[in-house]
């Protein structure tokens, strides 16, 4: 083999990172900041992610755990932005793949299990 692979150590790196960001609810709030360009407070993500504020609000710890997120207080608003500009070619993967995914709304990905027998 001739091409060049990606050093073990930098996916043994990617793929926690990768593997925390891999939940839809994280994936919106990730595009949603991505696309906002700027801080946004809680409730904007709420609204944006279309789920219960608490829920929003776990899904933004572990972001910020995985340090894909970082916070600081407004006044009385916590705003949040993306911390590891490493994850938005991600975003943009995902949203190519979706752009040229021919298949219905509603039909199983070629990515579930069910689909790599």
């Given amino acids: 083999m ?4 990606i050093d073990y ?3 043994e ?3 926690p990172v990768i593997r925390g960001a891999a939940h839809p609810m994280r994936l919106r709030i990730l595009d949603f900041l991505h696309r906002a ?3 946004r407070s809680v409730a ?4 944006a992610a279309g789920a219960a504020p608490s829920a929003v609000s776990q899904q933004l710890r572990i ?3 995985l340090g894909l997120l970082s916070c600081r207080r ?3 608003h916590v705003l949040y932005s993306i911390s590891n500009p490493r994850i938005i070619p991600l975003l943009s993967c995902i949203e190519a793949d979706c752009a040229e995914d021919p298949r219905p709304a509603g039909a199983s990905s070629p990515f579930t299990e069910e689909n790599q027998r």
């Fill in 37 to 39: 360009a700027r801080p």
């Fill in 2 to 5: 001739t091409e060049r692979l």
């Fill in 63 to 65: 972001l910020k755990d």
């Fill in 44 to 47: 904007d993500i709420v609204l």
């Fill in 13 to 15: 790196a990617a793929a």
């Fill in 74 to 76: 407004s006044g009385h």
């Fill in 9 to 11: 150590a930098a996916l």
